[in-house]
């Protein structure tokens, strides 16, 4: 434990130190692009309708400190629904970046239980997305979760890895907006995950251009 503590204090640092030396390596003119209103996104993925919309409670917002945000549940013919949520964030330079899902569902009395790494491919694109997908437990419900950092260039799944690439695209491309998409399928059960699974799946490969083409490029 005390070796595993060590080896993240010590990447901590290295990231620290990264994200110092970048910025003073960054260039001072940045481009922040206009956005449309999420609440512009479509209502209807094929069999997917739009049944409830909010925004972040005040306290949250001012928390995530997204320039915008929303929360939408999306629900199919037989019942079943989906929850998706994007924050948009126009720029990172005064330190402002998207909150992580691990955090945050904790913290709501959600119970971590399986996390990993996982390739969707969507239809029309030539290579699949890599995206996180978690699996969270309270009393005998699980939802499993998706999501993934969307920026005018990629997808990033890592935490990490979303900190490497703002210096890269502030550097080559004087931008550094970004979003947080995260789509979650509830399940009453731990036998019903493999259902709840593959709807969120389906929800993802049609929502995901659609969504995309929606945020600034």
Known sequence: MKLFAAKNAAVLSLVLAGQLAAYYMLPKAEYVPEAKPLRQMPAQFADWHLTSETEPEKEIQELLRADDALTRIYTNPAGYQISMFV??????????????????????????EHD????????????????????????EARSVVYYWYQTPHRVVASEFAAKG?????SLRY???DTSLVRVISAAP?????????QRALEFIKLSFDPVRNHLPL
């Open 116 to 139: 990993s790494y996982v390739n969707i491919a969507i239809p029309g694109r030539s290579e699949p997305i890599a995206v996180n997908r978690y699996v969270v437990g309270r009393g």
């Open 165 to 169: 690439y703002l210096v890269w695209d």
């Open 87 to 112: 924050a948009f964030f126009k720029t990172q330079r005064a330190g402002v970046q998207p909150h992580s899902p691990r955090v945050c569902l904790p913290a709501s009395g959600w119970t971590p």
């Open 189 to 197: 059960s731990s036998a019903e995950v493999p259902a709840a699974d």
């Open 174 to 176: 004087h931008r550094s």
